[in-house]
């Protein structure tokens, strides 16, 4: 199972971008993916308080990040080559990470090859309440791979046969 996790330049639904993408694949732990996204030009806007909880500089994704088309590309090879037959990442919170994927896709004039899906689709609705209870407990570093790896590993202890 392929879980995602997305780090952004804050929480404006109209203005904040991806910055950090971590993909951790639970059958294959040392083959996740995790990069940091360059900002697009376009992309300006940068929450102080924001980079307080994830700890990164702007700076640091114009030093260390990948543009967005690679960025896409990379996610569409590594999800077609790891997902489920379903051919979906699972994400703990679906609507802001689609939300930041289709900035980054249709910043890079891309079409993501991919579905995403919530916890919902692997796991029974009455376990549901106990895996988010489990991830309140949990101190999240807020950096993409290892926030998905947390997520990961709880849910593969929770985990049932998919409904969808």
């Not at 700890?55 to 990948?66: K, M, Q, T, Y």
């Not at 088309?69 to 679906?94: E, G, M, T």
Request: proline share 6%; glycine share 4%.
């Amino acid at each position: 199972m392929l879980i995602i996790d997305i780090e952004a330049s804050g929480l404006d639904p109209d203005h904040s971008y991806p910055i950090e993408v971590g993909v951790y694949n639970t059958e294959k732990p040392s083959n996740s993916l995790s990069f940091l996204v360059r900002p697009h030009p376009d992309w300006s806007h940068w929450d102080d308080v924001a980079e307080e909880i994830h700890g990164i500089e702007r700076a640091e994704l114009f030093r260390d990040g990948i543009a967005p088309d690679i960025a896409c590309d990379q996610l569409n090879h590594y999800i077609s080559q790891h997902a489920d037959s379903f051919n979906r990442v699972i994400s703990d919170a679906p609507d802001f990470d689609f939300m930041w994927l289709r900035r980054l896709f249709r910043t890079a004039q891309r079409r993501m090859q991919f579905k995403l899906a919530g916890i919902d689709a692997v796991l029974h609705p009455s376990r549901q309440a106990m895996l988010f209870a489990e991830l309140e407990k949990q101190q999240m570093p807020h950096r993409a791979l290892a926030d998905a790896k947390i997520i990961g590993d709880i849910l593969m202890g929770h985990s049932t046969p998919s409904r969808h």
